[in-house]
């Protein structure tokens, strides 16, 4: 699986929109990018996935790099219950496990 | 929305002692994994169950681990006997079916051991 690099934490002001980068330079052609991100105690959410394209859903968008090496998760108006470990995941297709890394801790703040 | 069950969401135990945890995953999910994540890291997985046939237990401690999914729903997870190492958040996920292209997985709110 391919390794990524996440900054190991960020701030963002309440209403503002967070960027959360994740490079993953080794990325092959059948690996998906995966975000989850784990609240205090509480278990990883899922948050979304692509492949090539860019994807958007009613918790956040996943903007990849043409060249697939980096991407970024946009939360658009940041709230204090986004406060949480965001974790970037490349997995292959049909791939069985998920490889976590260390995750960037992301703070909103009032 | 359908959730993955944990339970208990928390234990305390002495050590030698055994210990079990229990998940249900969500309905219809034929693959269930269990996870570890001790504090500050990243949760590692454990075992993984397809139907109720093990396809991955290559970082399950078998000598004192042990994980079952008799009938393909259900799964309980069992350290015997416990260790002061073992403390940690476990965690159960579940997905529809691995082998598909994009395979999402969906986690439990965890059970959270503590060892004394």
């Known amino acids: 699986d391919a390794k990524t690099t996440q900054p190991p934490s960020m701030d963002c002001a309440e209403g503002r929109a967070a960027n959360l980068p994740c490079n993953h330079s080794?990325?092959?052609?059948?690996?998906?990018v995966y975000w989850y991100r784990q609240i205090h105690s509480q278990g990883p959410q899922y948050i979304i996935h692509g492949l090539k394209n860019n994807e958007t859903n009613e918790m956040a968008s996943l903007i990849i790099t043409e060249d697939r090496k980096s991407s970024t998760l946009i939360l658009p108006h940041a709230t204090l219950r986004d406060t949480a470990v965001y974790y970037c995941?490349?997995?292959?297709?049909?791939?069985?496990?998920?490889?976590f890394g260390q995750g960037t801790r992301l703070t909103i703040n009032p | 929305e359908a959730e993955v069950a944990q339970s208990p969401r928390y234990k305390i135990t002495e050590k030698s002692q055994a210990v079990a945890f229990w998940c249900d995953p969500i309905s219809g999910h034929a693959t269930l994994y269990w996870y570890r994540q001790i504090l500050g890291q990243g949760p590692e997985l454990l075992v993984q169950?397809?139907?109720?046939?093990?396809?991955?237990d290559s970082q399950l401690p078998k000598d004192r681990f042990s994980a079952e999914r008799l009938k393909g729903v259900d799964s309980t997870l069992k350290i015997q006997p416990a260790e002061l190492g073992d403390s940690a958040m476990y965690l159960c996920?579940?997905?529809?079916?691995?082998?598909?292209?994009?395979?999402?997985?969906?986690f439990g709110p965890g059970t959270r051991l503590t060892v004394l």
């Open positions: 995941i490349a997995r292959p297709t049909g791939a069985q496990k998920l490889v």
């Open positions: 080794t990325i092959s052609g059948n690996e998906y």
């Open positions: 169950f397809q139907d109720e046939s093990v396809v991955d």
């Open positions: 996920a579940s997905s529809p079916s691995a082998g598909l292209r994009t395979d999402t997985q969906y």
